[in-house]
Nanobody, 130 residues
């Protein structure tokens, strides 16, 4: 099993930056795709971005290492440090509409949907003021 714990959320002004961290337990961390999702009350959980695992077979259309939702492309960056069992979400140029609870998740499949992810963290709140 894999356990995930997010941290780094908080309150930031529009145009500012935050970096979220997701610490994972388990010796097989590097083999999983790691994704970030976000959710606003009353709305469906939506895909933010993902980064490939080193042992995964599945790839996206262009064989890219990372994938992002159009709403965050160019502003958010995902990275990982397998030695520390940690994945990061660097968020720049934040907008009020980025306000949500952010979740990290682990998957064996390169698919940008919640159903493809087997393990989830507890979430961390990100609030962007205008």
């Amino acid at each position: 099993q894999v356990q995930l714990v997010e941290s780094g959320g908080g309150l930031v002004q529009a145009g500012g930056s935050l970096r979220l961290s997701c610490a994972a337990s388990g010796r097989t961390f590097s083999s999983f795709h790691m994704g970030w999702f976000r959710q606003v009350p009353g709305k469906e959980r939506e895909f933010v971005g993902a980064i490939r695992g080193s042992g995964a077979i599945a790839i996206n259309r262009n064989g890219a290492r990372t994938s992002y939702a159009d709403s965050v492309k160019g502003r958010f960056t995902i990275s990982r440090d397998n030695a520390k069992n940690t994945v990061y979400l660097q968020m720049d140029s934040l907008k009020p509409e980025d306000t949500a609870v952010y979740y990290c998740a682990a998957s064996k499949f390169w698919v940008p949907t919640t159903s493809a992810y087997d393990y989830w963290g507890q979430g961390t709140q990100v609030t962007v003021s205008s």
